[in-house]
């Protein structure tokens, strides 16, 4: 399997450290407001990594940081804490702030189906370990205490710049950053800082503050996945600073490569912009949600475009998504009724390749839009063919396989059609064999009102939950 490594700029041979056994870890949600699906697109294409690995039968440790203290409003060190910001405005405390955002998070998580990953530390509950991890930073002569807190001396760090291409030369040849008279460099990064005005602060040998943003992903992924590990992602906004200072920290403490491979997603865009808070141009999860779209319809939206491409989101990509799960389920529910004897070769030929193509584009670098096709194609070429029941079953449990990794089908609910409807149906089946029309149509408005659509088809009515 090839992934693209951001740290070596090309695609290379996976395999994880360990045999078997993949250590993954991303940077999750900043708690100080429901995340929008920019975020989540991120989120998802983790949880495709996730779900493809297990596919693939290995096993996978998963870690996903929430980030409730020290995420500045900008992604520099200057600014306010953005938890900080939220509590004022609502005046709640932060942690306040925290639970309710990170309980609205997972509800997103849940209804995008995403696998709950197997740990999701916070941050407030990891300061011993970060102070841990910068009293070794001050004992190596990385880091060093200044009036306003305790910075990362950069130019002490070989290889920063190695992720980002923003070494320091680099930096100080580019645009000036407002100087901090504290700092050594003008781009040494906040370890700790010192602010009697903070709502959340910790007592550390060197005094009582608050921990920077980088560091808590530098303490928290270590101590769950050790101190080298397979595979880091995030959006591409993290690369620099965040991912750049994270190596500076991990690789400084432990003499040690941090991560072997780093992914990171392109943004979503709206309008051919990055989808963001600041800019105010964003929808969370619950907003597509209360527009009458189903979590895994904004599942297929966010994970159907390869994650090194820009995702333009737009409505029209929800419909289209909606039309492209219920192909795919409308296949399963006719693959259900077959019931010849005799075998089709052009089925079981469609079944191999189509498997053989999905497992060759997901292997190289997660090319989701050609596993797609390759469904696609599948259905295509079985639906041309005459299958046998027992050909039938197996595209049914292929495509199940294929949709461990999808997570967009609901065929069994979709066959669960109450007993109040059926009667309608029934009743309105009656109606139009006596040509009384208005009557049949009137049951079908009634049907509708209940949540379910009559489709007339050859074969007689069929009826779909309207919600999906
Ligand atoms: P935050 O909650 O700001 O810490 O961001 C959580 C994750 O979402 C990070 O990995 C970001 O890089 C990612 N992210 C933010 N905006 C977008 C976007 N428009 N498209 C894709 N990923 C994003
Ligand atoms: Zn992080």
Same mark, same amino acid.
């Given at each position: 399997?090839?992934?693209?490594? =951001?740290? =070596?700029?090309?695609?290379e041979?996976?395999?994880?450290?360990?045999?078997?056994?993949?250590r993954?870890?991303?940077?999750?949600?900043?708690?100080?407001?429901?995340?929008?699906? $920019?975020? /989540?697109? &991120?989120?998802?294409?983790?949880?495709?990594?996730?779900? @493809?690995?297990e596919?693939?039968?290995?096993?996978?440790?998963?870690?996903?940081?929430?980030? #409730?203290?020290?995420?500045?409003?900008?992604?520099?060190?200057?600014?306010?804490?953005?938890?900080?910001? &939220?509590?004022?405005?609502?005046r709640?405390?932060?942690?306040?702030?925290?639970?309710? @955002?990170?309980?609205?998070?997972?509800?997103?998580?849940?209804?995008?189906?995403?696998?709950?990953?197997?740990? +999701?530390?916070?941050? =407030? %509950?990891?300061?011993?370990?970060?102070?841990?991890?910068?009293?070794?930073?001050? !004992?190596?002569?990385?880091?060093?205490?200044a009036?306003?807190? *305790? +910075?990362? #001396?950069?130019?002490?760090?070989?290889? +920063?710049?190695?992720?980002?291409?923003n070494t320091?030369?680099?930096?100080?040849a580019?645009?000036?950053?407002?100087?901090?008279?504290?700092?050594?460099?003008?781009?040494?990064?906040?370890?700790?800082?010192?602010?009697?005005?903070?709502?959340?602060?910790?007592?550390?040998?060197w $005094?009582?503050g608050?921990?920077?943003?980088?560091?808590?992903?530098?303490?928290?992924? *270590?101590?769950?996945?050790?101190?080298?590990?397979?595979?880091?992602t995030?959006?591409?906004?993290?690369?620099?600073?965040?991912h %750049?200072?994270?190596?500076?920290?991990?690789?400084?403490?432990?003499?040690?490569?941090?991560?072997?491979?780093w992914?990171?997603?392109?943004?979503?865009?709206?309008?051919?912009?990055k989808?963001?808070?600041?800019?105010?141009?964003?929808?969370t999860?619950?907003?597509?949600?209360?527009?009458? +779209?189903?979590?895994?319809?904004?599942? @297929?939206?966010?994970?159907?475009t390869? @994650?090194r491409?820009?995702?333009?989101?737009?409505?029209e $990509?929800?419909?289209?998504?909606?039309?492209?799960?219920?192909?795919?389920?409308? /296949?399963?529910?006719s693959?259900? #009724?077959?019931?010849?004897?005799?075998?089709?070769?052009?089925?079981? %030929?469609?079944?191999?390749?189509?498997?053989k193509?999905?497992?060759?584009?997901?292997?190289?670098?997660?090319?989701?839009?050609?596993?797609?096709?390759? *469904?696609? %194609?599948m259905?295509?070429?079985?639906?041309?063919?005459?299958?046998?029941?027992?050909?039938?079953?197996?595209?049914?449990?292929l495509m199940?396989?294929?949709?461990?990794?999808?997570? *967009?089908?609901d065929?069994?609910?979709?066959?669960?059609?109450?007993?109040?409807?059926?009667?309608?149906?029934?009743?309105?089946?009656e109606?139009?064999?006596? !040509?009384?029309?208005?009557?049949?149509?009137?049951?079908?408005?009634?049907?509708? !009102?209940?949540?379910?659509?009559?489709?007339?088809t050859?074969?007689?009515?069929?009826?779909?939950?309207?919600?999906?």
């Amino acid at each position: 399997m090839r992934l693209y490594n =951001t740290l =070596t700029r090309r695609k290379e041979e996976f395999a994880p450290l360990e045999k078997n056994h993949i250590r993954m870890y991303h940077c999750g949600p900043t708690v100080y407001d429901h995340a929008h699906i $920019g975020n /989540f697109r &991120a989120f998802v294409f983790a949880d495709i990594l996730r779900r @493809y690995f297990e596919f693939r039968g290995y096993r996978v440790t998963q870690v996903m940081n929430i980030t #409730d203290v020290g995420h500045m409003t900008t992604d520099a060190d200057e600014g306010e804490d953005k938890l900080e910001v &939220a509590a004022k405005r609502q005046r709640k405390d932060p942690y306040s702030i925290a639970r309710f @955002y990170e309980a609205s998070f997972f509800e997103d998580v849940d209804a995008l189906r995403i696998r709950r990953a197997h740990h +999701y530390p916070r941050a =407030t %509950e990891h300061i011993p370990e970060m102070i841990a991890l910068i009293e070794k930073l001050l !004992k190596k002569g990385y880091a060093y205490k200044a009036a306003d807190g *305790v +910075y990362f #001396d950069v130019t002490k760090f070989e290889g +920063y710049g190695k992720l980002s291409g923003n070494t320091v030369e680099r930096l100080m040849a580019g645009a000036r950053v407002a100087v901090n008279p504290n700092k050594r460099n003008p781009y040494d990064f906040a370890l700790w800082k010192f602010d009697p005005k903070h709502l959340m602060q910790w007592d550390a040998p060197w $005094g009582r503050g608050f921990p920077g943003w980088h560091i808590e992903c530098s303490a928290m992924s *270590v101590k769950y996945l050790g101190e080298t590990f397979d595979i880091h992602t995030g959006g591409e906004d993290g690369i620099f600073p965040h991912h %750049e200072c994270e190596i500076a920290q991990s690789e400084a403490a432990t003499g040690k490569p941090f991560v072997r491979f780093w992914l990171h997603v392109r943004f979503l865009l709206v309008d051919g912009q990055k989808m963001s808070k600041s800019l105010g141009n964003f929808y969370t999860v619950k907003d597509i949600l209360k527009k009458g +779209y189903s979590g895994r319809v904004l599942r @297929y939206v966010l994970m159907s475009t390869h @994650y090194r491409k820009n995702l333009n989101f737009t409505f029209e $990509g929800l419909d289209a998504a909606k039309a492209a799960i219920e192909r795919m389920e409308n /296949f399963v529910l006719s693959m259900q #009724d077959v019931a010849g004897a005799s075998d089709d070769p052009a089925v079981d %030929e469609a079944l191999k390749k189509a498997e053989k193509d999905f497992v060759e584009a997901m292997d190289d670098d997660i090319e989701i839009s050609a596993a797609l096709a390759a *469904v696609f %194609e599948m259905i295509r070429a079985v639906n041309r063919a005459s299958p046998s029941q027992k050909q039938a079953q197996r595209a049914i449990r292929l495509m199940h396989r294929f949709d461990e990794v999808l997570a *967009v089908l609901d065929v069994e609910r979709k066959k669960e059609v109450p007993e109040e409807v059926l009667e309608l149906v029934r009743r309105r089946q009656e109606a139009r064999k006596a !040509k009384d029309y208005a009557t049949a149509d009137a049951i079908r408005e009634q049907v509708r !009102k209940l949540g379910y659509l009559i489709e007339d088809t050859p074969k007689g009515p069929r009826v779909k939950p309207l919600s999906d």
